[in-house]
């Protein structure tokens, strides 16, 4: 299990460290900085040799002072070297996390719909975010911790030997030791961390949720449901953290331990080694610095792991979501794709469950003819905004067909058949921009609101689009969302225009406008109005009653009461 463990985080690390062939110029300048602050660090304990034992020899006071000199120089050098590897490895860290960032990103808004109907949004934000951030400690801490400290440990026993060989093997005795426990340490922190990374995320997530329906919680009012559920999750977060601070503090007192065995091996042996003139003072000094010098990569290493720890963590939940499929990716072909051109839509024995066993159509069969205003109707539930997911190519039926002008929906490029649809719900997105921003959505067409803003002052209807607009339409009432959604779907000139239960949460005199709107901006598009009200059926050509995930259409003029329809 533990080698299995092994093999999963180095194939992460391999992941994403592949990333760092996009820097090739900052890692080869990290790498030159890092070979030169090293060599520098282990010249130390050698001129602190050679400067001892000369000065000791020769009693020439000039002599410490160049010695010193060296010495001090060297620590200069050592630190240039430093600053300029921590400048280049961050900088590579936030270039690299920059672009995952926006891969991350724009991958998340090409996953399915069914992908978002078991995901909390406040997890995906703490990917976004969080993961991310501490990614970049992969990069940085990881990458200045593991390889720097590696190549440290290394050339100190390098220098170790050279200085003295028994006493070398004096000061390693313990290492055997300090791997075990390391090993033993890396295992626990490693589930311990997991843990940790999803304690945080229901509780990010939670904030999140609770936040966006602040106003459900203050109107019924649910502030004890809201903090009982917190403290919950607060609670089991901290039981986490509390692990993990129990198992550092006997790690630490372990390695303190573990160098002070080596550290005394070394004053004794040394010591009886000095008295039996087998080494110089000056070899004593030297080593007892260069054993000093030892154990603190060792202790960065430990400090920096809980860091790279929950790195790894971040890391395995990003690589889920990139290794999640993209939405119905359109295949490559040297064939053109076709283009929507009239509108006409065509359901043939269409069958759809969302969970794969509950069936919400089944066997559903209908035309809509290019132009024509078409309403779907039935009782909550019955799947009315299901067939707009399914022309929307939101999900795939699990059988029959879907035509548009004759062709099977999945010959269209997604791209065109989204830009050919347009769906306006009830629930209407509104971006924090101005509104006319919202209209647009950034491609600027001074014409197209030219002609727009014609339109609207026939109707009667006024609208500021240079007005900022706060968080989900703050500021905005339920009848100008509705306005504004519709002018977007005329701005960008769909064939197919859907309505969503649009104009369940407006008046019926401002509805009356939207009406009018949609009558004037339009004509000769295919419209289909999913809804309740008598007043919006009345402006249908058909009716499509939905009814036990079957289909049977109507005329307006057959219908007197919408009561009625529901009683069919």
């Not at 890692?27 to 282990?42: C, D, T, Y």
């Not at 002599?63 to 050098?77: E, K, N, P, R, T």
């Not at 909390?120 to 969080?130: A, C, D, E, M």
């Not at 009461?561 to 529901?566: A, K, P, V």
Request: glycine fraction near 6%.
């Amino acid at each position: 299990m533990e080698a299995k463990n092994i093999k999963e985080e180095l194939k992460f690390l391999r992941y994403f460290f592949s990333y760092l062939l996009t820097q090739k110029n900052l890692v080869i300048l990290s790498v030159i900085f890092l070979v030169g602050g090293i060599l520098s660090e282990i010249s130390i304990p050698l001129l602190i040799r050679k400067g001892a034992d000369k000065v000791i020899d020769t009693k020439r006071f000039e002599l410490l002072l160049i010695y010193s000199g060296a010495v001090l120089l060297a620590i200069i050098i050592s630190s240039i070297n430093h600053y300029f590897l921590i400048y280049f490895t961050n900088k590579v860290g936030q270039n690299i996390i920059y672009d995952i960032r926006k891969q991350l990103f724009s991958h998340i808004i090409r996953l399915p719909m069914s992908f978002f109907d078991k995901t909390q949004s406040g997890k995906l934000v703490i990917r976004l975010t969080n993961d991310v951030e501490n990614l970049s400690e992969l990069f940085v801490s990881g990458l200045i911790t593991f390889t720097a400290d590696i190549l440290i440990i290394a050339g100190i026993i390098t220098v170790l030997f050279i200085l003295n060989l028994k006493l070398a093997l004096v000061s390693i005795a313990v290492f055997p030791i300090m791997i075990i426990v390391v090993i033993l340490f890396r295992k626990k922190a490693s589930r311990i961390y997991l843990e940790i990374r999803r304690r945080i995320s229901e509780l990010n997530s939670f904030i999140s949720e609770s936040i966006l329906g602040i106003k459900t919680i203050k109107i019924l009012p649910a502030y004890s449901f809201a903090i009982r559920n917190f403290e919950t999750l607060n609670r089991k977060y901290s039981e986490e953290v509390e692990k993990s601070i129990i198992l550092f503090a006997l790690f630490f007192s372990s390695i303190i331990f573990i160098s002070s065995i080596s550290l005394g091996s070394v004053m004794w042996f040394g010591g009886l080694k000095i008295l039996e003139r087998e080494i110089g003072f000056g070899t004593f000094l030297a080593f007892w610095y260069a054993v000093n010098k030892l154990f603190d990569p060792i202790w960065d290493f430990s400090e920096k792991y809980n860091i790279v720890q929950s790195a790894i963590a971040a890391a395995k939940r990003i690589r889920e979501i990139f290794s999640t499929p993209k939405e119905y990716e359109d295949r490559k072909t040297q064939k053109p794709k076709p283009k929507i051109e009239k509108g006409e839509i065509e359901f043939k024995d269409v069958w759809f469950s969302y969970d794969g066993k509950k069936t919400v159509i089944s066997n559903v069969s209908f035309k809509i003819n290019s132009g024509e205003k078409v309403a779907i109707v039935g009782l909550t539930g019955a799947g009315k905004t299901t067939i707009a997911n399914l022309l929307t190519r939101v999900y795939k039926p699990q059988k029959g067909k879907i035509l548009i002008d004759g062709k099977d929906i999945d010959e269209y490029e997604l791209s065109e058949l989204r830009k050919s649809i347009s769906l306006i719900h009830q629930d209407v997105f509104i971006f924090s921009r101005k509104v006319k921003e919202n209209i647009t959505l950034g491609e600027d067409d001074d014409e197209k609101m030219k002609k727009i803003m014609k339109i609207l002052e026939q109707i009667g209807i006024e609208l500021d689009i240079e007005k900022e607009i706060g968080e989900d339409g703050a500021g905005l009432s339920s009848g100008e969302k509705q306005i504004i959604a519709t002018l977007r779907a005329l701005y960008f000139d769909p064939k197919i225009i859907i309505f969503d239960e649009a104009t369940a949460f407006v008046d019926p005199n401002t509805e009356k406008k939207i009406n009018k709107l949609i009558d004037e901006l339009f004509q000769g598009k295919t419209i289909i109005k999913i809804a309740h009200r008598p007043e919006t059926i009345k402006t249908t050509q058909r009716i499509i009653l939905i009814k036990k995930g079957k289909v049977q259409e109507l005329s307006p003029k057959e219908i007197k009461n919408i009561e009625l329809i529901y009683q069919i």
